[in-house]
Nanobody
Framework: QVQLVESGGDVVQAGGSLRLSCAAS????????MGWYRQAPGKQRELVAG???????NYADSVKGRFTISRDNAKNTVYLQMNSLKPEDTAVYYC??????????????WGQGTQVTVSS
C-alpha cells in the first residue's frame, strides 16, 4: 500500500507563497495520476490540483493561475507551488493517488496532511 507524507505547510500572510511536497512510497508512483486535495474546517475535502503520469494538469477554478502542480518521478514526489495565497486557501492539504478521469482519490488511506494558514 502506498504511503504518503505531506510537508511544507505554514502560516503565511495573504499574498504570500508556499511550496508543498508529497513523498510517496511504492514502485508504481510514476504510473499513477496524483492529486492535491484540501479540507477546510466544516467543509468537505475538495480537489485542488491533479497531474497525470504524462504531466497533464488540472486545477480547481479557485486556484487557477495561482497554484502549480508538478512531479518528480525520480524522487517519487509531487509538489504544489502556491502563490498569491488568500485567507480562503486556509485548510489541511493532502495528496493521494487519483483517477485521471474524474480526479477522485484512488486510495482510502490518507497521510497526515499539512496545515496551511493564510492570515489577512
Amino acid at each position: 500500500q502506498v504511503q504518503l507524507v505531506e510537508s511544507g505547510g505554514d502560516v503565511v500572510q495573504a499574498g504570500g507563497s508556499l511550496r508543498l511536497s508529497c513523498a510517496a512510497s511504492g514502485r508504481f508512483f510514476s504510473l499513477n495520476a496524483m492529486g492535491w486535495y484540501r479540507q477546510a474546517p466544516g467543509k468537505q475535502r475538495e480537489l485542488v490540483a491533479g497531474i497525470t503520469s504524462s504531466g497533464y494538469t488540472n486545477y480547481a477554478d479557485s486556484v487557477k493561475g495561482r497554484f502549480t502542480i508538478s512531479r518528480d518521478n525520480a524522487k517519487n514526489t509531487v509538489y504544489l507551488q502556491m502563490n498569491s495565497l488568500k485567507p480562503e486557501d486556509t485548510a489541511v492539504y493532502y495528496c493521494n493517488l487519483a483517477f485521471p478521469t474524474n480526479w477522485r482519490p484512488k486510495s482510502d488511506s490518507w497521510g497526515q496532511g499539512t496545515q496551511v494558514t493564510v492570515s489577512s
